[in-house]
């Protein structure tokens, strides 16, 4: 069983930084696509960035130039760092575990394709002010 932790959310004024951090715990990590995701209230959860276990990264465009996905798969932790920061990015943010490889798979569109288990932390709120 896999299970996420995500810490680092906070209240910042626009044009801020924040850096989000998610432990992982059982085995598998360097092998997993990892992912951030967010949700404001009243809105589907979004994709924001991507991390596959070869390395391939992808970004959604609203946040590409402003935030970073990085991987450490020694301490099994993913990060994402956030600057320039806007109000409409005001979310619930949450780490996504994609592990279990069932066909090609791929990074695209800040998503991980081909795998059958997905694992979801509890969430981060990160509060943007203007």
């Known amino acids: 069983q896999v299970r996420l932790v995500e810490s680092g959310g906070g209240s910042v004024q626009a044009g801020g930084s924040l850096r989000l951090t998610c432990v992982a715990s059982?085995?598998?990590?360097?092998?997993?696509?990892m992912a951030w995701f967010r949700q404001s209230p009243g809105k589907e959860r979004e994709s924001v960035a991507a991390?596959?276990?070869?390395?391939?990264?992808s970004y959604a465009d609203s946040v590409k130039g402003r935030f970073t996905i990085s991987r450490d798969n020694d301490k099994k932790t993913l990060y994402l760092e956030m600057n320039s920061l806007k109000p409409e990015d005001t979310a619930m943010y949450y780490c996504?575990?994609?592990?279990?490889?069932?066909?090609?798979?791929?990074?695209?569109?800040?998503?991980?394709?081909?795998?059958?288990?997905?694992?979801w932390g509890e969430g981060a709120l990160v509060t943007v002010s203007s």
């Open positions: 996504k575990a994609s592990a279990n490889v069932v066909s090609f798979p791929k990074v695209e569109g800040a998503q991980c394709y081909g795998y059958s288990r997905i694992y």
């Open positions: 991390y596959g276990s070869g390395g391939t990264i």
């Open positions: 059982g085995y598998g990590f360097r092998d997993f696509c």
